[in-house]
Every structure is written in C-alpha cells, then in structure tokens.
C-alpha cells in the first residue's frame, strides 16, 4: 500500500506534463490564422522547446539526485504551468518562443524526477513489469491532454486550451509537493559525496553510453511518428482531419501493451539483460515499420493495426532503456542522473524530426521517410547488441542492466 502511495502520484504527474506539452500542437493552426504566425515560425516554437527539453534533461537529472525527486517534479510542474499560462497570454511568436522554451526546460524535470522515486521503492527483479506499468503513462498522458486541449478549443478558444490545463498542472505539482515519499522511511539520508561518487561511477560505464545512443535512434523516430502521423495520413492517405487524429492514436494504443509486455518479459525470461529483450524488440520495429509502409494505403482497419504494432514494437524497448535500465544503472543514488543522461541523448535526436520528415518526404517521398526509420531503429539495435554483448561478460556483476 506504500509503494502504491508512490506509484500513484508519480504516474499522475508525468501523465499531467503532457498537459502543458500538448496543447500547442493542437492550437497551431489557430494560432496562425489569427495572429498570422508563419509555419517557420511555428517550427522555430518547437525547435526551441525540443532544444531546451535535451538542456533540461541533463540538468535536471543531475539537480535530482541532489535536492530530491518530490522537489524537483513538484516545483518544475508549478514552474512549466506558470510558463503556458504567460504563454496563452501571449500574442507575438517572440514571446511564444520564449514561454514555450521555458517550458521546455522546466518539463525536462519530469521524467529523471519521477524515475528517481520510483527507483527507491522497486527493486531489480519487479521493476520490468513495474515500470512496464508505469510506463503507461506517456501514452496515456497525450491521449488525454489532447483531446483536452481539443475540446477547450473548440468551445472557449485557443487561449483556454493554455490557461486551463495549466491549473492541473499547478494542481499536480502542489499535490506531489505536498505527498510524494521519497524512498521507505527506514533509509538513511544518502551523504552528497556518496550521491556525487555513484553518478560518476554510473556515467562512466560504457552500457549508460550505448543505451544513450540507442535511445537517439529511438526517440527520434517516436517524435517522427508523433509530429507527423496526422499530417501523413491526411496529406498522403487523403484521411480526412478528424479521422486522421483517431487513427493517429493507434500509435499509443499499441504502445500501452507494448511497455507492459515487454516489461514483464524483461523480468521474468532476461532477468539482468534488459539489452537483450531490447535489442530483440528493436529488429521487430524495423519489420513493422516496414509492413506499415507497405500496408498503410489498404484500409483504415488496417493502417491502424500495423501503426498499432509499431507501437507496441517501439514503445516496450523506449521504456526499458530510458526507465528501467536507468535505475538498474544508476540505483537510488544516482537513478536521476542515469535517466537524464539517456533522455538527454534521445532528445537531441527528436530535435531533428522536423528537418528528417520534411526534408525527406519532398524530396524522395513518404516510402522513403519510413526507410530512414527503418535504418535509424537497425542502428538502434546494433548498438543494443552491443550492450547485450557486456551484459554477458558481466553477467555475475549486481550493478549490470
């Protein structure tokens, strides 16, 4: 019942994040027409905010394993609601730019803070299947922040799809502020030196490297398939814009099943080599991006299906590696650390999914951007072989993966 006291709160609040990540994509039509923002411009929002999260998540990681995981989520979501509040007051992309990149900064505190106190209650044999659940919640967070955000919109305007999630935001970060337990009550306050000597034990093992360059690959193509599923479908499928939102979420549905799969599997068949069910999971990305090329002009039902399992395909290794091997990696003492440093790394690849979807689909087409998918998840898989490799050698090791 303790622990459940934890995993509550912490799967509510990084739920809650995508409240203040999501409505600016839902209201940058809007936006445009009635302040006559430039697409360029919209792009540069976005730039600057993916910029700033890859900052945040190094930044954040560290400051966490120092000040806790209870103050870092709760005033970083205090902190991120405050920055979409002043943006939906806003009127200038200048000012846009500014607010939403604050918010990039502020929203990286949620992910090392929350896998940090989950990190301190679950030990190493549960927490696949533990995490596998948890996991769940940024698929389910963007299901629901953004049909939030829609049906605001729609109603009151674009300016209430800012201003009302940002009370629940504020909301959460008082409510994990004011209840969030650290760790169980019998542990001792780790000194700062012992924290400070465990994260630089963690950063120099060559696993925490592979699986941040891993997770590049993998994020990269997760915030392809985000940004840009809706577009394809209605550009190139001729969907129309409602159902192309629908059909969209499959993506997260499979991805649901997929971090829980997935999880279990990694504790109960490859207990301390999380590489190997990842490296497995990642080859099978590769097929189902490339039948989801093949089979997406045949059929809502099962365009649908395929992006479904390329979800739960991608969804199952994206958790182990940013949640699951980052607390294996880093312990209590330096979980945060460990978990900013690989979300760190992925987030610097989804910077370039603009530039990799657009660049590559007017000039070679559609086929070709899940080719580049394809190659990036392959690249992804060669390296997780690698981490597989270690993990055998070091197979009597505690502190392996």
């Given at each position: 019942?303790r622990?459940l006291?934890v995993?509550?709160?912490?799967?509510?609040?990084?739920?809650?994040y995508y409240?203040?990540?999501?409505?600016?994509p839902v209201?940058?039509?809007?936006?445009q027409?009635?302040?006559?923002?430039s697409t360029?411009?919209?792009?540069?929002?976005?730039?600057?905010?993916?910029a700033?999260?890859?900052i945040g998540?190094f930044?954040g990681?560290?400051?966490?394993?120092?000040?806790?995981s209870r103050r870092?989520?709760?005033h970083?979501?205090i902190?991120?609601a405050?920055?979409?509040?002043a943006?939906?007051?806003?009127s200038?992309?200048?000012?846009?730019?500014?607010f939403?990149?604050l918010?990039?900064f502020?929203?990286?505190?949620g992910?090392?803070?929350?896998v940090?106190?989950?990190?301190a209650?679950?030990?190493?044999?549960?927490?696949?299947a533990v995490?596998?659940?948890w996991s769940?919640?940024?698929?389910?967070?963007?299901?629901?922040?953004t049909a939030?955000a829609?049906w605001?919109?729609a109603?009151?305007?674009?300016?209430?799809?800012?201003?009302?999630?940002?009370?629940?935001?504020?909301l959460?970060g008082?409510?994990?502020?004011?209840?969030?337990?650290?760790?169980?009550r019998?542990t001792?306050e780790p000194?700062?030196?012992?924290?400070?000597g465990?994260a630089?034990?963690a950063?120099?093992?060559?696993?925490?490297w592979?699986?941040?360059a891993s997770?590049l690959?993998?994020?990269?193509?997760?915030?392809c398939?985000?940004?840009?599923?809706p577009?394809y479908?209605?550009k190139?499928?001729g969907?129309q814009?409602?159902t192309?939102?629908?059909?969209s979420t499959?993506f997260?549905?499979?991805?649901i099943f997929?971090?829980?799969?997935?999880g279990?599997i990694?504790?109960?068949?490859?207990?301390?080599?999380?590489?190997?069910?990842?490296a497995i999971?990642t080859?099978a990305?590769?097929?189902?991006l490339?039948?989801?090329g093949?089979?997406a002009?045949l059929?809502?039902?099962?365009?649908f299906?395929a992006?479904?399992?390329?979800?739960?395909?991608?969804?199952?290794p994206d958790?182990?590696i940013?949640?699951?091997?980052?607390?294996?990696l880093?312990?209590?003492?330096a979980?945060a650390?460990?978990?900013?440093?690989?979300?760190g790394?992925g987030?610097i690849?989804?910077i370039?999914?603009?530039?990799?979807v657009a660049?590559v689909?007017?000039?070679?087409?559609?086929?070709?951007?899940?080719?580049?998918?394809?190659?990036?998840?392959?690249?992804s898989s060669?390296?997780?072989g690698a981490v597989?490799?270690?993990q055998?050698?070091?197979?009597?090791?505690?502190a392996?993966?």
């Amino acid at each position: 019942m303790r622990r459940l006291r934890v995993f509550a709160p912490t799967w509510l609040s990084y739920a809650t994040y995508y409240f203040a990540r999501k409505n600016f994509p839902v209201a940058k039509r809007t936006i445009q027409l009635e302040l006559g923002v430039s697409t360029a411009g919209l792009a540069a929002i976005d730039t600057g905010y993916l910029a700033t999260y890859a900052i945040g998540q190094f930044a954040g990681g560290w400051l966490g394993d120092r000040i806790g995981s209870r103050r870092l989520i709760g005033h970083g979501m205090i902190l991120s609601a405050l920055s979409i509040a002043a943006f939906g007051a806003s009127s200038s992309a200048s000012l846009f730019a500014l607010f939403f990149g604050l918010n990039g900064f502020v929203q990286a505190t949620g992910w090392p803070g929350n896998v940090k106190a989950m990190a301190a209650w679950y030990g190493p044999t549960e927490r696949g299947a533990v995490m596998g659940f948890w996991s769940t919640c940024f698929q389910v967070g963007p299901l629901v922040a953004t049909a939030l955000a829609a049906w605001l919109l729609a109603h009151y305007g674009w300016r209430t799809a800012f201003f009302g999630p940002a009370v629940w935001v504020a909301l959460v970060g008082l409510l994990v502020l004011l209840f969030l337990q650290e760790g169980p009550r019998d542990t001792t306050e780790p000194k700062r030196a012992d924290i400070k000597g465990a994260a630089r034990a963690a950063l120099r093992n060559p696993v925490v490297w592979l699986l941040g360059a891993s997770y590049l690959g993998i994020k990269l193509i997760r915030y392809c398939i985000d940004f840009w599923l809706p577009y394809y479908l209605q550009k190139s499928l001729g969907y129309q814009q409602d159902t192309a939102a629908y059909a969209s979420t499959a993506f997260q549905f499979g991805g649901i099943f997929g971090a829980i799969v997935v999880g279990w599997i990694s504790d109960k068949l490859f207990p301390g080599r999380r590489g190997a069910i990842a490296a497995i999971f990642t080859v099978a990305l590769v097929l189902a991006l490339a039948l989801y090329g093949r089979v997406a002009p045949l059929g809502l039902f099962v365009n649908f299906a395929a992006m479904a399992l390329v979800g739960f395909c991608l969804f199952g290794p994206d958790a182990l590696i940013s949640g699951v091997a980052a607390q294996d990696l880093g312990g209590p003492l330096a979980a945060a650390t460990v978990a900013g440093f690989i979300n760190g790394c992925g987030s610097i690849g989804a910077i370039a999914e603009g530039a990799l979807v657009a660049g590559v689909s007017e000039r070679f087409g559609w086929q070709a951007v899940f080719q580049a998918l394809m190659l990036l998840a392959a690249i992804s898989s060669v390296l997780l072989g690698a981490v597989w490799r270690l993990q055998r050698q070091r197979a009597a090791e505690p502190a392996a993966v």
